[in-house]
């Protein structure tokens, strides 16, 4: 015989979250789930390495939010979270389209031309760098750094130089500013006193043999003073 109340408690659940309103993902988060589906797996992948890595941080700056599709992984272990990204129509879709989450900020901001409001104790760039000309790379660090505290995190992650040649090519936006562990710590060590590179393929991070790994992450700790 059926337990009744514990029937009607799972019919009521069922009906809770088939009356949930459905989610429109972004742009870019929608382009590949239509076209390389996997890919969120790993994109969400680098995002909850990042919310582990900030645990107890309270106010974090994301440079290079894009459709913001992972976002929300990292806002649930602080705060706030701001997003800035050079795109303002992303931005401002943004804002519609991720307005019940009451953690995400959003800000247009050209990171190579000047620093977003506000100050951090955490940040993240995600698949940035490898955009930015390497005679930008300076004013990137540079804006960055100058709204975190002393004590911050910044996490940059990055496909490997070394994977390059597997990579399927971007139509636009392309990879002009590739490192391998040693460049990202290089870049890294000019603004932290410390940096921890991890390797990742698909959604594995490890301490692996670096050049095979596809995806490096440099986790800054501790700012360097500037001159």
Known sequence: MKDATNTAEKEEWVD?????????????????????PRRLAFML????????????????????????????????????????DIEERLIEENK?????????????????????????????????????PFELEGHYFENVTSVLDDNAI????????TSDIYASK??????????????????MGQYFSNVLVFSM??????TGFTPMAHYLFAVGIGKRPQG
């Open 96 to 132: 519609v389209r991720l307005k019940d989450i009451d953690k995400l900020r959003y800000q247009t901001c050209d990171i190579t031309q000047s620093a977003p409001d506000g100050m951090f104790d955490g940040a993240i760039s995600l698949d940035v760098l490898e955009h930015i």
């Open 154 to 161: 910044f996490i940059v992650g990055m496909p490997n130089i």
């Open 16 to 36: 809770h979250i088939i009356d949930t309103p459905g989610f429109t993902l972004g742009p870019r988060a929608s382009y590949a789930y239509l076209n390389d």
């Open 201 to 206: 393929n698909d959604e594995v991070v490890h």
């Open 45 to 84: 992948a680098r995002y909850k390495f990042c919310a582990k890595m900030l645990i107890g941080k309270k106010h974090i700056l994301e440079v290079g939010c894009g459709d913001s599709f992972g976002s929300p992984v990292v806002a649930q272990e602080c705060e706030t979270m701001t997003g800035i």
């Open 170 to 187: 971007p139509g636009h936006s392309p990879h002009i500013n590739l490192k391998d562990e040693k460049g990202i710590r290089e870049s």
